[in-house]
């Protein structure tokens, strides 16, 4: 069983069991549940439920595994040959560690 999750903003695949980062939560402590209820697309062995927008009645539950994670650093550099322009600038994505608990559907 899997389903298609909205979590700020972007869509999961979720099982359970399954590992994701996501972009940071706010307010959320190590080992704490929280229940995404924006579920569009719940698959029950082989059938196969879509929403309009969301499916009514199904969550999924995940619990945090770590609150804040970084990501790799990306450098941004941007330059005009010839015209003495040069900017560089560097940024690094925070993410949350959380792990599937249960899908209800």
């Known amino acids: 069983m899997y389903a298609i ?8 695949k979720v099982e359970e ?7 940071r939560l706010k307010d959320v402590e190590e080992g704490k549940t929280v229940e995404f209820d924006k ?9 196969v439920t879509v929403g ?7 969550k999924v539950v995940v619990e945090v595994v770590n609150p804040l994670v970084k990501g790799e650093k ?7 040959r010839r015209k003495d322009y040069r900017k560089k600038n560097g940024h ?8 599937v608990k249960s899908v209800i559907a």
């Open 17 to 23: 069991g399954k590992k994701l980062f996501v972009n």
């Open 52 to 58: 309009a927008p969301t499916v009514s009645g199904a």
């Open 74 to 80: 990306v450098i941004v550099f941007k330059m005009k």
């Open 92 to 99: 690094r994505q925070q993410f949350t560690e959380v792990t």
């Open 5 to 12: 999750v909205e979590i700020n903003g972007q869509q999961f």
């Open 39 to 47: 579920v569009l697309l719940v698959d029950k062995e082989g059938t």
